[in-house]
């Protein structure tokens, strides 16, 4: 028990430190939070669940060792643009079972239905002109309320770390959700360990949702990059399959970044009625037009006059980007 208080003891401290080298001390939540653990029992399995989001899909929670972390900085990336629908997808279907998840939790501990905080979802003006806002009917659709959704649209970047540290450290919102197109060079290493610190502190999920962005280093506990996959076709009530028809969003994630070395990938279905995910195994998952599970003919040689795809990030050494 004394190596423990010890430990903890100097884990603080640490955080304290890197947050005053880096000009921004950290909210006195943390010290609050500090004298209730040091004079707590060691938290047990219960209170380690409730600090995780289980996704409810048992392959994808135990690469994720038990779901997205609710006290951290968890990065949603689309390839392209052209799939930021599907990262934002995905993104509000996190946040839809996050608050029924918080629901589920006021409601124990007051006896009765509570009242979920609300979503804050900090846009990008840039990558909102290409793909879009987020639109009342289609976030009611995936499960959220938009009495309960609030969106910003800061002009400059440094103005959107600010509200999504101040938003963290204010523990009002459920999650914070922060947009980025591409890979901006204000946004580096150093501020996204300084927003990782922050809902550290703050004890609240922040999602950075990464539009038309490339791997880099990040403070990110875990990233999973998201691409758009095809409905799954439904049966008709004469046992017939009806193909192509208007589903359930579905979405092919890769887990990019966690501690499992191994790669890992998924296709999910989203039930907004249920909040629930659902595996699409691979041998049931219908193919776009043009995908090479579409057609059985030769494979043809990649272009000479093409770049290749970009490789996966590998093993890296951070260093500061330069101004």
Do not use: C
Not at 211 to 240: I, K, N, T, W
């Amino acid at each position: 028990m004394a190596e423990t208080a010890v430990a903890r003891e100097t884990l603080f401290t640490l955080r304290e430190t890197i947050a005053r080298l880096e000009g921004r001390p950290i909210p006195a939540l943390t010290a609050a939070a500090h004298e209730t653990r040091a004079t707590e029992p060691d938290a047990g399995p219960a209170d380690a669940a409730q600090s995780l989001l289980a996704t409810g899909v048992a392959d994808l929670d135990e690469a994720m060792q038990g779901g997205v972390p609710l006290d951290a900085l968890t990065e949603i990336r689309s390839l392209a643009l052209r799939h930021a629908g599907a990262a934002s997808g995905f993104v509000l279907a996190l946040a839809s079972r996050l608050g029924a998840f918080v629901g589920r939790l006021g409601a124990q501990a007051a006896g009765k239905t509570a009242i979920v905080s609300p979503v804050l979802w900090i846009g990008d003006t840039v990558a909102a002109m290409e793909a879009g806002l987020p639109y009342p009917i289609g976030i009611r659709d995936f499960g959220l309320e938009p009495a309960g959704f609030l969106h910003a649209s800061p002009r400059k970047l440094e103005e959107a770390l600010w509200l999504a540290e101040t938003a963290l450290a204010s523990a009002a919102f459920a999650v914070v959700i922060l947009e980025v197109r591409g890979n901006p060079a204000r946004f580096g290493l150093t501020e996204s360990r300084r927003l990782a610190l922050r809902a550290k502190a703050a004890g609240r999920p922040l999602f950075l949702l990464r539009q038309g962005g490339e791997e880099e280093a990040s403070s990110a506990l875990f990233r999973l990059s998201v691409e758009p996959a095809p409905a799954l076709a439904r049966p008709l009530p004469d046992g017939s399959m009806l193909g192509g028809s208007i589903g359930h969003p579905a979405f092919r994630l890769t887990l990019e970044k966690s501690r499992n070395p191994a790669p890992f990938s998924i296709t999910l279905e989203w039930n907004a009625h249920d909040r629930q995910f659902s595996p699409v195994p691979d041998a049931q998952r219908p193919a776009f037009p043009g995908e090479h599970a579409a057609h059985s003919g030769a494979d043809l040689p990649a272009s000479a006059d093409r770049p290749d795809r970009p490789q996966a990030l590998g093993p890296v050494l951070a260093y500061s980007r330069p101004a």
